[in-house]
Structures are given as structure tokens and as C-alpha cells.
């Protein structure tokens, strides 16, 4: 029998493509999340319908539930764990958006701190098998040695949500350490492709340009990110959920604990002009573009070396840029209502 698996921010874009991929490979889902509004929950309805929909059609409805359900409520959550037994955790519940950190910090603090610290404590006390958890690449913060490896300092970041995120690393290792659970961290490279969050770049590009508004370009276009196509970030995360993490040894520290942390990207920086080209091509039509100065809190190249995640796991991107927003553009103009 496949395991029993917690995925939460199943409403979310990394979630729902997750969660219908456990589920192709009969893995029993439990899918929560707050529905908040930082973005128009329409999208997030329109994935819950996706599944449900998936779900209905091979029959799986003994396999997978929903539940509304928010994780900085440490009551209902600990009700949740009471309910199932789950063998696996995976948390991609949390408070996004680097610019949005800076004006509201509170939420950041409640879903990604106090709602990830519940958890650890709900798995301290379930005998989870694995604890697999969404970081992000943000918490290289300004780090000029390409490409970015798990071995680099990643102790100044310059925004709230990467100081968040580096904060569940740390706070994942301590539970790892002081209670033997097996965590691994995966440190995301600016994911995209359908059902994509709308504050995204590429979201934005795409709806500014179709509709023949601007589009605001930052740092006057000097960016370069490792895009990283949703299907290769699905199926890094089915290969890191077969597996559990063995005993990690830092080479500053004696300190041992079964804890990983890998970067999951695409191994390839791309210039910010080309992806728009890209964008334009796809919808066949040409940007207007505002070119604007550094935002607070964002970072000129983002590039992940993924050398760890492929020895460990194979780990292999497959999706060309070329091919993955043709694939976004293609959804986006029959299923965009945001």
C-alpha cells in the first residue's frame, strides 16, 4: 500500500501540480489550505476544481480529501495529525511574495514561521517518516559566486520572506538533530508554467502584454533567474518524497541528523529581455516596456548549481524555456480569468 501524504498550499500552484502527481502514483492525499486572498482565490478554486475533477475521472475519491485548514492554527492542526496517520509531510504552505514582505510582515511571520514551527512540533509527536519543505532560492540573498550552491553562506538575506525561509532550514535541523526526523529543504528556482501564480514576473508580462499595457521592467532589465518549468519541480519532488535523507555531517560540525537541503532549478540563468522575447512570441505581440531601478528586496541573478539533487535523486530538468512558455501561454489564454 503507498503512504499516506500531507501536502499543504495544496490550493497553491507547486501544490496542486504536486498533488495530482502523488495521486497518478497512488499515493493517499490530504490536501490543506487557507484560501487566503493574497491573490484572487478564483485561481486557487479553479486548481481545487482541477483535482476534483482528476480525482472523479480515475476514480480516486477514497484516495484524497480537502481541508480548509490554516497552519499557524496549532489546534486544528494538531486535530488533523489526531485524525490521520501520515508517513509523509510535505509543507508548501506559506506567505509569498518578496515585495509584499516588506509591507506586511505580520502575515509572513504567522504562515511561515509560527505556521512551520506548529508542524515540526505535529511531526515530533506522529512518527512522520519524512518532513519535506519548501525553501526558496532567496536565501542566497545578494551572493555574487555562480552558480549557487547549498555550500554557500546564505546568512544575509535581504528580504523578510528570505530570512523566513532560511529560518525553516534552521529550525528544520534543530528538530532533525534534537528528534530524529528526517527533513529535507528544497530551495526553489523561480518555478512557473499554467496555473501559475498571477504576482509572478511572467504572469504579469503576459497579461500586460496580451491586454497592450507596459509592463515594468526592474533594474532596467540587468536580471538574469534560473526559470524552472513546474513538471521538473514535480518530478524532483516525486524522486525527494521516494527517499529518505541519511545522515547529513556539515564539514564545520560534528553535528549529525538525518537533513538535506538542495537546490532544485533548472541549472540555467536566463536574461530577463530573452524571456520576454519568448512571451512575445508565443502571444504575437510586442511589449511596452517601462524600464525601472532596483526594487527593495529583490536580487539581480538567481542560478542554481543542482549537482547534490542529481547524484542524490537523478534529478534531471527536462523543459526547455522555449517550450515551458509556450506551454504557460498556451493555458493562459484559454483559462485566464484573474
Known amino acids: 500500500m503507498k503512504k499516506t501524504v500531507l501536502v499543504t498550499g495544496s490550493a497553491g500552484f507547486i501544490g496542486f501540480h504536486l498533488v495530482k502527481a502523488l495521486l497518478k502514483n497512488d499515493y493517499h492525499v490530504i490536501g490543506v489550505d487557507n484560501i487566503n486572498d493574497y491573490y484572487d482565490p478564483k ?3 479553479s486548481r481545487l476544481d482541477n483535482i476534483d475533477q482528476f480525482v472523479r475521472d480515475n476514480e480516486l475519491e477514497e484516495v484524497y480529501q480537502f481541508i480548509k485548514l490554516d497552519i499557524s492554527d496549532d489546534t486544528e492542526l494538531d486535530s488533523l495529525f489526531n485524525i490521520y496517520n501520515f508517513d509523509i509531510v510535505i509543507n508548501l504552505a506559506a506567505q509569498a511574495g518578496v515585495r509584499y514582505s516588506i509591507e506586511n510582515p505580520k502575515e509572513f511571520v504567522d504562515s511561515n514561521i509560527v505556521g512551520f514551527t506548529n508542524l515540526l512540533e505535529c511531526c515530533r509527536h506522529s512518527n512522520i517518516e519524512h518532513f519535506i519543505y519548501a525553501s526558496s532560492s532567496s536565501v542566497y540573498g545578494m551572493n555574487i559566486k555562480q552558480p549557487f550552491s547549498t555550500l554557500d553562506n546564505t546568512d544575509y538575506p535581504v528580504s523578510l520572506y528570505a530570512a523566513t525561509k532560511k529560518s525553516n532550514e534552521v529550525l528544520a535541523y ?16 523561480t518555478v512557473y508554467g499554467p496555473y501559475g501564480r498571477p504576482d509572478m514576473a511572467y504572469y504579469l508580462f503576459a497579461k500586460a502584454i496580451d491586454e497592450g499595457k507596459p509592463i515594468d521592467v526592474f533594474n532596467d532589465g540587468k536580471m538574469k533567474r534560473d526559470f524552472t518549468y513546474i513538471d521538473d519541480i514535480v518530478d524532483g519532488m516525486l524522486h525527494v518524497t521516494e527517499k529518505v535523507p541519511t545522515l547529513c555531517s556539515p564539514e564545520t560540525s560534528n553535528a549529525t541528523a538525518p537533513f538535506k537541503v538542495f537546490n532544485i532549478g533548472n541549472n540555467e540563468p536566463t536574461k530577463l529581455g530573452y524571456f520576454i522575447e519568448l512571451i512575445e512570441l508565443a502571444l504575437s505581440k510586442k511589449a511596452k516596456i517601462n524600464f525601472m531601478p ?44 484573474v
Open 43 to 45: 485561481l486557487k478554486f
Open 174 to 189: 534543530s528538530y532533525s538533530h534534537l528528534f530524529n526526523i528526517p527533513c529535507t529543504g528544497l530551495r526553489f528556482f
Open 294 to 337: 532596483m526594487q527593495a528586496g529583490d536580487v539581480k541573478l538567481t542560478y542554481a548549481d543542482i549537482d547534490d539533487l542529481t547524484e542524490e535523486y537523478g534529478f534531471s530538468p527536462k523543459t526547455t524555456l522555449e517550450e515551458g512558455i509556450q506551454h504557460f501561454v498556451r493555458w493562459y489564454l484559454e483559462h485566464n480569468t
